[in-house]
């Protein structure tokens, strides 16, 4: 029978791997992709169909070993692909049998949901009559399938992880944030992964999942290294360490260092064929009743945009109105239009751009308070000020504070005697994040990429992103 040989001292009947939910948890850089990357080299090596919903564009390094077709919008796609030709595609993949890398990674939130929704609902309604196996995993899930929020991607992600089993369907769901992810589909999961975590809710949510006592759960979790996690299945718990991946690792190399791509495997022609047959056609396999409830779907989109766009119409108006007398209110910011490129290098563009659509995906307040500091650098605010400048309670930013800028090393934060305080460090972070590039850069480049980078960050307000997402 074949194996899935995820590490030294873990193999698992590949039969116990099929029609099951997997889950893989824990905080930035604990593993969770690396293990989810094994997982799927396994299935390939076993001719085991899949689709990765790829989020980030980090699975096409598979291609380096198996045939895998990546299609949709990103850097490494074979084929660029709209929603219309997602049913095809789909049907393609789990009729042939051909594995299948869904590169989301360029588009915009609601064109990725609708994508990734009409892909697997023909998936899921084909599997019915195939019952072939098959699985699907899916990156950063808890964008897809949030706790508390009722979507029909949701349910369409939930149904397959539930009930998928009957009919062949797997699923591999992998989140850094385990307390954003649907509980149900957490707690029916059949095999659990679960790397480092260290925040008080993801450590309840892994209280729920593992039969210890809260402080033993926590000392076990806390002392995980980078690789290693809690493995969970029926009876079976245990601490275990992945192998890394053979194949290359596209989130392996911090995202600002220059990335080597390696030398990646062709699709078979007839299959490329076949892909750029249902481009051709685009939207002609939707039935008339499917074309008719899109239509539906869409009009109904477009009233709740208009009445968001009038609301923030309506916000804007206000805040443009004089300023009442706040004591709070910080000075009106410096003007900082976005400078030009200086003939900067592409990549460094690039890689700019990819740092700004990760910004983007960072809630409301986050986005204003970067926006914000990067303004009035080297000054620093107290989270009241801030508070009252994002427009949200200072509750919230003590709750929820901007861990991942801070990690990412675009702001600071100190506890000083007036409060705990955030200021921006954009040459710093320049300094470090882009330090590949500084001898090509020089002082001077140095010096317009943090003038550039202000003005784009400055333009990540709240207003600036809902725009474009309406846009
Ligand atoms: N089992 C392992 N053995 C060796 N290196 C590993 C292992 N797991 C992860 N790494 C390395 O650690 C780093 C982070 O891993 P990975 O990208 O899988 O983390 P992640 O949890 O998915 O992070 P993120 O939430 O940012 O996506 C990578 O450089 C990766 O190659
Ligand atoms: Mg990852």
Redesign the pocket.
Known sequence: MHHLNL?PDLSLPLAEASGQCVAIL?????????????IFEELLAARYPLSIVDI?G?YFGLKEKYEVLVVGAGENVDIELDVDAAPGVAELSLREGVPVILDVSDMLAEERELFVLEYLTRIWSLAGKLRKPYMIGI??CHEFIPQGMRTDLKEVIARIALRGRKRGLGAVI?S?RSAKVEKDVLTQAGMLFL?RVVHEVDMRVYSELLPWPKAEVKEQVTSLG???CIYLSGQSIRKV?????HTF?G????SFKPVETPKLRQVRGEILAAIHKFKEEKGASLSEEELQQRLEKLEAELALKQARIRELERRLRERQAPPTANPAAPEPPPEHPVPPTFDLPPEVLRKVERLLKRLRRLPIHERRLVAFLAAREPRSYTTAELAAWADCAEATLLAEPPTELVELGLLSCERLARGITYRAQLKAFVNRAFSGFLPELGPQGCHHLVGYLRGRLCQLSALEHDFSRIA
Do not use: L, Y
């Not at 930035?28 to 293990?35: A, D, E, I, L, Q």
């Not at 360490?241 to 991946?245: G, M, S, V």
């Open positions: 590490g824990g905080i930035r850089g604990s593993g969770k992709s690396n293990t989810a990357g094994v980030d980090e990156e950063e992998i850094q790397h980078v690789g290693e360490k992945i192998r890394p991946r690792h989130g392996f190399t911090p």
